[in-house]
């Protein structure tokens, strides 16, 4: 057999399987010390040891079988398999809203690499419709791909092109906006655009999955019906968050776009709303609202963009015993504005204080946001927050703290912007107030006024009281 037929083989994987004449994309049975396996020889990663076949099994999964416990092999059949979805042209309906559907990258357009074993952004806005026809059943869909890069490669060079995108789609008619995007900082890019695009007419979508689509429990399909249905059907005129809403397929969750956060890293159901209650739930036919006030969808085509961020801003995870040196780091590289994520009601040690002082007196803008991610920043409380307030720092009431640095850079852009147009530099004094005056204005609920009764709820497993509820949503 030629050596296509064992991509990605070498060493005792590669004799393995030339001795028993299995073809990678072979069905196979694979004899073992450890049991009976059955399905399709993969391609290997060519960054992996030697000692190990791959194969995916008849439920999807991909499993990794030791060679050493392998007693025998046989193929019991051969097809080449192709993981590219092919693009279909979208069908249009009469009557159906007209959704923009803008991708990015990540794991909701992904496919699996079989030469390093990695998920890739690969599958394009059109190769997605061909993986979910139920669309055309909701809306007629256009699509475009703007990047094609993992969320961590996500910066505010992507959040300005991002807003300007979406301005002139709004502009040019659009019903509503899905923004495929990576899972791990969309709720960055859902601040973000939330701060650019202001007073939107329509709906704007981000949606992410979890699980790859070539996974069996893969929640791309679903979270996209979903941000579908919202851009084009729902009354929420704002940039929202679209994820799964407990771990089955029941519904997803509308989070407002300032208030969500990942928070576990591979469950289905990991955005949660922080602080407060998700703004609705959605189905495949209708959306149902859980808070009443909320920005409602217009049919005027104004739209205000702000896309503005000053690249120095940074944000510091306070840990005891800190040093002045990790924030004086900061300022000797020339940053200008710093998020400290503090503990308890926003607190640090007094090791910092040279430090904040000289951040003070260069100018920089300091925010204090909290560790706990629940809760109000208080710094009137104790003699530290007050002695820290001193010195220049800021609460920033309930924000979240990677809100608070995508506000901060936002504001700092903001004002960069004020001095290019106006022709003039503001004094250290005059930036100070500016950026304080729209970090601390709320643009839409990135700070409240206060926390709903429930809108702190955190369960802990092996209480009677929350097993016994618990099992009424575990499928």
């Not at 397929?249 to 209650?277: A, C, N, Q, W």
């Not at 609705?280 to 503005?308: F, L, S």
Request: aromatic share 10%; glycine share 10%; charged share 25%.
């Amino acid at each position: 057999m030629a050596n296509d037929f064992f991509q990605g083989y070498k060493g005792r994987s590669l004799n393995i399987l030339k001795k028993y004449n299995v073809r990678v994309w072979g069905q196979a049975e694979v004899y073992t010390t450890r049991g009976t396996f059955m399905g399709t020889i993969l391609p290997r990663s060519e960054n992996d040891d030697d000692l190990h076949i791959v194969m995916k099994i008849i439920t999807g999964y991909n499993i990794g079988i030791d060679i050493l416990t392998i007693t025998d092999m046989k193929e019991t059949g051969y097809k080449k398999a192709n993981y590219k979805i092919p693009e279909k042209e979208f069908p249009f309906t009469d009557g159906q809203p007209s959704v923009k559907l803008i991708g990015t990258g990540g794991t909701i357009a992904s496919r699996l690499d079989y030469r390093t074993g990695a998920v890739i952004p690969a599958f394009s806005p059109g190769e997605l419709y061909g993986a979910v026809p139920e669309l055309a059943d909701i809306c007629n869909l256009t699509t475009e791909k703007v990047f094609a890069v993992f969320s961590e490669n996500m910066g505010p060079d992507q959040y300005k092109q991002l807003a300007i995108s979406i301005g002139k789609e709004i502009e040019n008619g659009i019903d509503g906006i899905v923004i495929g995007h990576g899972t791990d900082t969309l709720h960055h890019t859902a601040a973000a655009l939330s701060f650019m695009i202001q007073d939107s007419p329509i709906p704007i979508v981000l949606v992410g999955s979890q699980r790859s689509s070539d996974r069996p429990s893969s929640d791309a399909a679903l979270n996209l019906i979903h941000a579908a249905y919202t851009a084009g059907h729902s009354d929420i005129a704002e940039v929202m968050v679209c994820m799964f809403g407990p771990t089955s397929d029941e519904y997803g969750f509308l989070h407002r776009g300032t208030r969500v956060r990942k928070m576990h890293s591979s469950y289905r159901s990991t955005f949660r709303t922080i602080g407060d209650t998700p703004l609705a739930t959605v189905k495949r036919t209708g959306v149902t609202m859980i808070k009443q006030e909320y920005k409602h969808r217009r049919k005027d085509r104004n739209v205000k963009i702000v896309p503005y961020f000053s690249e120095k801003v940074s944000m510091v995870y306070y840990y005891p015993h800190m040093q002045a040196d990790v924030i004086d780091s900061l300022i000797d590289n020339g940053y200008e504005g710093i998020i400290i994520v503090g503990t308890g009601l926003g607190h640090v040690n007094k090791e910092l204080y040279p430090a904040l002082e000289r951040a003070k007196e260069k100018g920089v803008h300091v925010y204090m946001t909290l560790q706990t991610i629940w809760g109000y920043v208080h710094m009137f409380v104790y003699d530290t927050g007050r002695d820290m307030m001193a010195k220049g720092v800021v609460p920033a009431g309930n924000m979240l703290p990677e809100v608070g640095f995508i506000k901060l850079g936002w504001a700092m852009g903001i004002v960069e912007e004020e001095e290019r147009v106006q022709g003039k530099k503001f004094s250290k004094e005059e930036k100070i107030d500016k950026v304080k005056d729209i970090m601390l204005t709320p643009i839409n609920d990135e700070i409240t006024e206060r926390e709903p009764y429930n809108g702190y709820l955190v369960y802990q497993g092996g209480v009677p009281e929350v097993e016994e509820f618990v099992r009424k949503f575990r499928k």
